[in-house]
């Protein structure tokens, strides 16, 4: 399956995969009024280290910790992808006590949100991914850990 | 053919059926479920109360789960007895079922200490099963005065479900702080000074001593009027099947890493089961939903002729009440590193070499990473834990970590 992956010396730090995540899951047609002046809230954030910087966002783990952990029968894997049926979040947290890579946070409304490879709304691929000025993100198959 | 039985139906009934379906894809599954319920989230019974959880998405699986697992459930009946030597098991009704594998999965039982009086008291309720939600519910009036026994996450869950749609509602505990079990002093005063802020009232170092119909006299002298009692004083492993067919039973039911009874072709899994903490590296009763999914699919996974291990096991809870979320995993021994503000505690213990154990009260944003390294008991100086401790980021992982964290499948 493919997933998305990151080549953390080749990121720049530049944020963009935030706000085009932020964006591609807004629902709406134009950036501006989707994020101009208002709190973002990615499925994707970019970690920084002393030399380093890189971005995050579900794994997609074979064996996911916060699908078994899920309170609320909210977290299933369909099709290699972990997702979230925010109908059923009850913000309990749990998925964020259990994700070894801290890749699900509150979505605006304090549901639970996280990466779905864009594959839910109109972009149909990681937008993170089309708009990384260097190519440090990357989607693809990659069949063992390296 | 393999005939699988699973005595109980709830989250690690599921995490069985699911682990013995991912292995062999023909045996029969029974499961007898004394609840007439498919399994359902029952930590979501206090979100029912107040209104976040309707009963069309308490379903754990969805309406299909069992047709598609190709399994049978026996809704309403009682397993009785384990006929160890025959591979049989008896029902409440007298029939018997052969088990060539079979999987424990009964949970536990509220526990009510002896209090005079308490059979004066007509409506009072556990908080422990759907039913239970849906009989107190029926109570529930604007002008009710309810009387919860017991500050735990059971009893709190429970206050802040019902608290909008009643007058009042007060909790006791013998303990001189809520949820005893999961936090300390100075983090349980944080916590409950919140639950105060919302209208919550407190009677801590204290007990009923005794009951009339609509009053509790308390150990203090301190006498509380009200409608409807609430009993969540603790919750004890159901143990009684397997501790009659001569298995080790501690507070829990015995299992090893892969969730095997001391009987042969017995597991076990979930709330009834005691297994190993690894923070501590004791054996704990460790009754919550994530480790009942895991133990349920291990055990399952096993049954089935697989091999898996359930050995990552430790405590952990993420519990909010009116928006102040309060995490906690592990052991909480070891050096202390801490930080506070008004609003928030962190609490991180570490000990020899290893993060033990964390509290982190109104500061939980990307907790996982903490947790996951007590689970994976890596080696603190394996990596940058002065910065790791001030904010949860991988980015304090070592180069050869990160690679294969993010370099390819995990």
């Given amino acids: ?29 134009d950036m501006v009024l989707a994020l101009k002046g208002r709190p973002i809230f990615p499925r994707i954030h970019v970690e920084e280290g002393d030399k380093i910087s890189y971005a995050v966002s579900c794994r997609h783990c074979e064996d996911p ?54 594959l839910q709304n109109t972009v149909g691929e990681p937008a993170c991914v089309k708009g990384c000025p260097n190519k440090a993100i990357v989607y693809e198959e990659r069949g063992e850990v390296l | 053919m393999k005939k699988y039985v699973i005595i109980g139906n709830g989250i690690a009934a599921a995490g069985c059926i699911e682990g013995i379906r991912s292995v062999d894809n023909s045996g029969e599954i029974t499961v007898i479920s004394e609840e007439p319920h498919k399994v359902y989230c029952r930590p979501l019974i206090s979100y029912y109360l107040e209104g976040k959880a309707d009963l069309s998405r308490i379903s754990y699986r969805g309406e299909d789960f069992y047709d ?92 802040e479900g019902i608290l909008d749609r009643v007058g009042s509602v007060t909790v006791i505990d013998l303990a001189g702080r809520v949820l005893s079990s999961i936090l300390d002093d100075e983090c349980a005063s944080l916590m409950q000074r919140h639950l105060m802020k919302h209208g919550i009232k407190f009677y801590l170092n204290d007990s009923a001593a005794r009951f009339e119909e609509n009053k509790a006299f308390l150990k203090s002298g301190a006498e509380v009027d009200f409608d409807i009692l609430v009993l969540a004083v ?30 042969p072709g017995i597991f076990a899994a979930g709330d009834c089961t005691e297994s190993l903490d690894i923070s501590s590296q004791e054996k704990r009763v460790m009754a919550i939903l994530p480790n009942a999914n895991m133990q349920g699919q291990t055990a399952g996974i096993n049954m089935a002729g697989g091999a898996a291990v359930f050995d990552k096991g430790i405590p952990m809870n993420s519990i909010g009440f009116f928006g102040l979320h309060a995490m906690t995993a592990g052991s909480y021994e070891g050096e202390l590193y801490e930080e506070k ?6 609490r991180l213990y570490v000990k020899d070499d290893l993060l033990k154990g964390f509290i982190l009260i109104g500061c939980d944003e990307r907790a996982g990473i903490y947790t996951s390294l007590i689970r994976e008991q890596v080696p603190l100086s394996s990596l940058d834990f002065e910065r790791l401790k001030t904010a949860a980021t991988t980015a304090a992982f070592s180069q050869e970590m990160r690679r294969k964290k993010f370099g390819g499948m995990v």
């Fill in chain 2, 68 to 159: 598609r697992m190709n399994c049978t459930v026996l809704y309403g009946k009682k397993a009785v007895h384990i006929h160890k030597d025959t591979q049989k098991i008896e029902l409440d009704d007298g029939t018997k079922l052969d088990y060539t594998s079979l999987c424990i999965a009964t949970g536990s039982s509220p526990f009510v200490p002896p209090m005079e009086g308490l059979d004066l008291v007509k409506d009072k309720f556990s908080f422990q099963t759907l039913d239970d939600a849906l009989s107190l519910e029926k109570q529930l009036t604007p002008s009710s005065r309810v009387l919860i026994i017991g500050a735990g996450l059971i009893g709190l869950k429970c206050a």
């Fill in chain 2, 234 to 263: 603790g919750v004890r492993a159901n143990v009684s099947l397997v501790r009659e067919a001569g298995g080790e039973v501690n507070r829990g039911i015995l299992v090893d890493e892969r969730m095997q009874t001391s009987l």
């Fill in chain 1, 65 to 118: 910790i916060c699908v078994k952990s899920c309170i609320a029968g909210a977290l299933s894997k369909e099709d290699g992808v972990i997702r979230i049926d925010q109908e059923r979040c009850v913000s309990c947290y749990t998925c964020v006590l259990v994700c070894p890579y801290g890749a699900l946070s509150p979505g605006e409304s304090g549901v639970m949100q996280k990466c779905e490879l864009c």
């Fill in chain 1, 1 to 29: 399956m493919k997933r998305v992956y990151v080549n953390e010396e080749w990121c720049l730090g530049c944020h963009l995969c935030e706000y085009n995540c932020a964006f591609a899951n807004s629902g709406m047609s």
């Fill in chain 2, 341 to 346: 503000t008004d609003t928030s505690i962190k």
